[in-house]
């Protein structure tokens, strides 16, 4: 039995999760659009100048996308600032390729819509961040989440307490452990008790946050994870 606060909760994370992934699509499609048109206006753009274009257009428009999303989830505005830009700055990378996993990879042509469409490469040079998300949005897709689970194992990921240096992680524990008894109320009226369900989902964290880590340093260095085929 599904319980009024379960239900509660179903009905606030799944639209704010869908309009997160339907407006973060709406983005990466306009950004990779005025990239393009960035591109058209110069002649032979080098690395450093695509660097710097993406530090000063893509990195700013996912954080501001990601801090419309995280300060609608029940409870975030309740946690430390600081706490709050920790996750912000930690959680949102790992958010958004679980999004881009899920929502933006086409599985037939092993691709993603719009996502990334800055990294270019020359002859010779592999992307293997983009071979690792891929491997990874394919390992995701193989579990067929359906939009309330993608909503809620999302949520979870951002409203965590193992990020370093969160200085209130008991405030974020407490919400999370309520977001967990909705999740798992959620898995036991669909699949039935017991199962496994949350358990494999919950496999493919470690994978996740080695890559949020290293899309939290293309923030940096957005030429980080680029090399020859003979690296």
Do not use: C
């Not at 869908?18 to 499609?29: K, R």
């Amino acid at each position: 039995m599904v319980g009024a606060e379960h239900w509660r909760l179903f009905n606030h994370f799944h639209p704010l999760y869908a309009n997160y992934v339907s407006l973060g699509g709406t983005w990466n499609h306009n950004l990779r659009l005025k990239f393009e048109q960035w591109k058209a206006f110069k002649a032979n753009v080098s690395d450093d100048e695509i660097a710097v274009w993406v530090k000063e257009n893509v990195f700013p428009a996912y954080t501001d996308l990601s801090h419309r999303y995280f300060f609608q989830i029940q409870g975030f505005k309740s946690f430390d600032v600081h706490d709050q830009m920790i996750l912000l700055r930690l959680a949102q990378s790992q958010s958004r390729i679980l999004a881009a996993a899920l929502a933006w990879f086409n599985s037939d042509s092993q691709t993603f819509t719009d996502f990334l469409p800055w990294r270019e490469l020359k002859p010779g040079q592999v992307d293997l961040f983009q071979e690792l998300l891929t491997d990874y949005a394919k390992n995701v897709q193989n579990r067929n989440l359906d939009p309330v689970e993608s909503a809620l194992f999302n949520i979870v990921v951002v409203i965590a307490t193992d990020y370093p240096g969160l200085v209130k992680p008991d405030i974020i524990e407490n919400y999370r452990t309520q977001f967990l008894a909705t999740f798992r109320a959620y898995t036991t009226a669909k699949y039935g008790t017991p199962n496994k369900r949350m358990e494999k989902l919950f496999h493919l964290v470690p994978q996740l946050r080695r890559l949020g880590h290293l899309h939290y340093a293309m923030t940096q260095d957005p030429n980080i994870g680029i090399t020859s085929n003979s690296a």
